[in-house]
């Protein structure tokens, strides 16, 4: 048996096939022709916030107050903020040095090997899937809401068939999906100004949200403060960092931002400043508003 059809060689060229890492000049950012750099600090950060504010505005305050922080759901929310912000360092520090699209794909392939990076793009493939899928179904239950709301019927095909009583198919979440795949197709400088007038409807309806609601604060609702201790305080944080999920999507664009060693930290760091000051903002108005025992 020759050399080169022993088990042995065989085992030593496929651990060297999974543990080849890519090179920087091969991936280097004079190669990425097919991309146009178009995206500025704002379209990066109007796309980072929209990853972000969702859940935690709409869904995650009302639970961790009630059942794990109270009020101290602040405290739980800048403390998975501050974890949060050193991911976010490291995010920035690595894709201002390999500009480039890929993310944690390309950042694992260069340093760690080729099967380390195939399992995180598999990971970033899966959970892009899965969370807008998730986010739009969302998306049709709310519009239906809407509509109950105005009196205005809504076919069994809108709302969604149930399969039973977990899994349901909603016909629009998935035209959303289309619709979104759509503008995409249009053009990344389209689909990041369609993103931005969004964003920034959604965050003037969060602060009008927090002006408003913050003249009809009863300070005796933050008493007391920390109802469940300071332990309760940290089980919040392991459920409000949830929230904060997304902004780490900001370096997949590396390949077509504007002067992205300066532009993409700038993104990053200032969708999680932004991100985290809403939520804080949110926070002690709605539990100032409403006593911490009576959200849902």
Not at 5 to 34: N, V
Not at 148 to 160: A, C, R
Not at 264 to 271: A, Q, S, V, Y
Request: net charge positive; aromatic share 12%.
């Amino acid at each position: 048996m020759s050399k080169c059809c022993s088990p042995s060689w065989r085992s030593h060229y496929t651990l060297k096939a999974l543990t080849r890492r890519q090179r920087l000049d091969s991936i280097s950012e004079e190669k990425q022709s097919a991309l146009k750099r178009q995206l500025t600090v704002w379209d990066l950060i109007g796309y980072g916030v929209a990853s972000t504010v969702g859940a935690g505005i709409f869904v995650t305050i009302g639970i961790v107050a009630k059942n794990e922080a109270g009020p101290g759901i602040i405290f739980s929310f800048l403390f998975a903020g501050f974890a949060s912000f050193l991911s976010a360092l490291c995010y920035s520090e690595l894709s201002s040095r390999v500009p480039v699209s890929g993310s944690a794909y390309t950042f694992a392939y260069l340093t760690l090997g080729e099967l380390v990076g195939w399992f995180i793009g598999w990971d970033l493939t899966l959970e892009y899937a899965l969370s807008a899928s998730a986010i739009a179904r969302g998306w049709a239950g709310y519009f239906a809401a809407a509509l109950h709301s105005f009196g205005v019927p809504v076919p069994d095909w809108l709302d969604g068939y149930e399969l039973n009583s977990i899994v349901s198919i909603s016909p629009l979440a998935a035209l959303v999906c289309l619709a979104c795949t759509g503008l995409l197709l249009l053009g990344v400088k389209e689909s990041a100004r369609f993103n931005l007038i969004i964003t920034a409807l959604n965050i003037l309806i969060i602060a009008f949200i927090v002006i408003v609601g913050s003249t009809q604060v009863d300070t005796a609702n933050w008493k007391p403060f920390l109802p469940y201790g300071i332990t309760g305080t940290f089980r919040g944080v392991g459920t409000v960092f949830f929230s904060y999920i997304g902004f780490d999507s900001v370096s997949t664009l590396a390949g077509e931002v504007k002067n992205p060693k300066r532009n993409l930290p700038i993104g990053i760091i200032g969708t999680l400043a932004i991100a985290s000051s809403l939520y804080v903002a949110v926070s002690m108005v709605i539990t100032g508003i409403v006593n911490y025992t009576n959200l849902n």
